[in-house]
């Protein structure tokens, strides 16, 4: 994914959660601490790891939740509260706790509703509650 592509799909994030009453606050230095956003909504404070990806896998999407090039680390509720993942083709997000992630990558599949990530799709209650 190119370095514009990610950028698009962070303002998108932004311009979503503005759009649903929650406020996303971004670090003035990327200093690689494991997230791009910081949400607020009623008190609440989450860390954002935006991720996008347009990579099939069969009937699903694969979904990188890792840091770095050569060696990949797992991000960790060390670095973050959640995965928003976008599914570009698709313009769904998935809103991911990181604590239910186990893997550098992961697989959404938007049309299964009984995947084991099927009730993140969209849940973007979870920044809110």
Same mark, same amino acid.
């Given at each position: 994914? /190119?370095?514009?592509?990610?950028?698009? /799909?962070? $303002? $998108?994030?932004?311009?979503?959660?503005?759009?649903? !009453? %929650?406020?996303?606050? %971004?670090? @003035?230095? #990327? @200093?690689?601490?494991g997230f791009?956003?910081?949400?607020? &909504? *009623?008190?609440? $404070?989450?860390?954002?790891? =935006?991720?996008?990806t347009?990579?099939? *896998?069969?009937? !699903?999407?694969?979904?990188?939740? +890792?840091? !770095? +090039? /050569?060696?990949?680390?797992?991000?960790?509720?060390? &670095?973050?509260?959640?995965?928003?993942?976008? %599914? %570009? *083709?698709?313009? =769904?997000?998935? =809103?991911?706790?990181? #604590?239910?992630?186990?893997?550098?990558? =992961?697989?959404?599949?938007?049309?299964?509703?009984?995947?084991?990530? /099927?009730?993140?799709?969209?849940?973007?209650? $979870?920044?809110? +509650?």
């Open positions: 994914m /190119s370095k514009s592509t990610g950028v698009a /799909s962070e $303002l $998108l994030f932004r311009y979503e959660c503005i759009k649903k !009453g %929650i406020v996303p606050s %971004i670090p @003035d230095v #990327d @200093d690689g601490a791009d956003v910081i949400t607020s &909504h *009623e008190n609440k $404070l989450c860390k954002i790891q =935006i991720k996008s347009n990579t099939k *896998e069969n009937t !699903g999407y694969r979904v990188s939740c +890792s840091k !770095g +090039s /050569s060696t990949k680390k797992r991000y960790t509720k060390d &670095h973050c509260d959640f995965i928003a993942a976008y %599914i %570009i *083709e698709r313009k =769904i997000w998935f =809103i991911i706790p990181i #604590d239910k992630i186990k893997s550098i990558n =992961i697989n959404v599949y938007p049309d299964k509703i009984n995947h084991r990530y /099927s009730k993140y799709n969209s849940a973007w209650h $979870l920044l809110a +509650s």
